[in-house]
């Protein structure tokens, strides 16, 4: 029998996920005074807390999309920085809750008529302690104070902002897991509650329903294993890799990374930056 595939039309997830970063010599030194790129102050890829974190403002989109610009960024921004600091040997980027000021991963979803139904279902997955496989979560939360649970931001006129997760940038498929829990809430939400309640199987069910043949292969193993730590109280990476952001790119359907790889280069253009990818 052929599956139902649940649709919502004109739905999409937002992000703006930060990452910190530090520059290493071939000696092994860490570079203090380098050469920053000059992102526009709003744009795409930007700085945020004087310069000592990245921040990614990909537009909202469906979310492989949405991870494919954000890993577009990420290529970006450590090619960048080497081409205008040539010394450079190993550009390395943290995410989690490392750091000061110790870095968000806050997704965005539209408002609509069961915002706070989807705010309620979100606490729920969150009281399931996906959350506590965040490299980094007790620093961000006791020594930073910052993504605390249940932290929500209505300041937008359009969309909603979930401040609670740290940044989950260190793996693209964690990232594409994170923007597909948020986007299929949407579909359905109160199957997703229901789903929630009853049990893991039925949860990953829901989920698969609202996903393309192809989308569902991309999330299932990483969510799993994601589940896998969670039960077994383990912390996911915290170093983002770019092999692995690279990898991911080259196995998404051609029109998300045409059309991610269009608004990034715009981008970089307006910046005056020319980057080869």
């Not at 969150?126 to 939360?141: A, F, H, I, N, S």
């Not at 039925?202 to 569902?216: D, F, G, Q, T």
């Not at 952001?245 to 045409?258: D, Q, T």
Request: include cysteine.
């Amino acid at each position: 029998m052929k599956r139902e595939i649940i649709k919502a039309k004109g739905k999409f997830v937002g992000c703006d996920p930060e990452f910190g970063y530090e520059a290493i010599f071939k000696n092994g030194k860490k570079v203090e005074s380098f050469e920053y790129p000059k992102f526009q102050g709003s744009g795409i890829i930007g700085y945020d807390h004087c310069q000592r974190v990245i921040e990614l403002r990909p537009k909202p989109g469906k979310p492989l999309l949405v991870t494919a610009e954000i890993g577009l960024s990420i290529i970006a921004t450590e090619k960048l920085f080497k081409k205008l600091n040539p010394k450079i040997h190993k550009f390395v980027m943290i995410s989690g809750g490392f750091g000061s000021p110790s870095t968000g991963g806050h997704v965005h979803f539209d408002k609509c008529d069961d915002r706070q139904k989807i705010i309620n279902v979100l606490n729920k997955w969150e009281d399931m302690k996906y959350l506590e496989c965040e490299p980094g979560r007790k620093q961000r939360v006791e020594v930073a104070g910052y993504g605390r649970s249940r932290q929500y931001r209505d300041d937008h006129p359009k969309s909603i902002e979930w401040r609670t997760p740290s940044s989950w940038l260190s793996d693209p498929r964690w990232a594409y897991c994170m923007l597909t829990l948020v986007y299929s809430t949407y579909f359905n939400v109160d199957k997703f509650d229901e789903a929630l309640d009853k049990s893991y199987k039925a949860h990953l069910k829901y989920i698969k329903s609202v996903l393309s043949p192809r989308e569902w292969r991309l999330f299932f193993p990483y969510y799993n294993m994601w589940n896998g730590y969670r039960l077994k109280g383990l912390k996911l990476p915290k170093e983002v890799s770019t092999e692995k952001w690279i990898e991911f790119l080259k196995k998404i359907p051609k029109g998300y990374y045409s059309k991610a790889r269009i608004i990034i280069e715009k981008y970089l253009k307006d910046c005056e930056y020319d980057i080869e990818f």
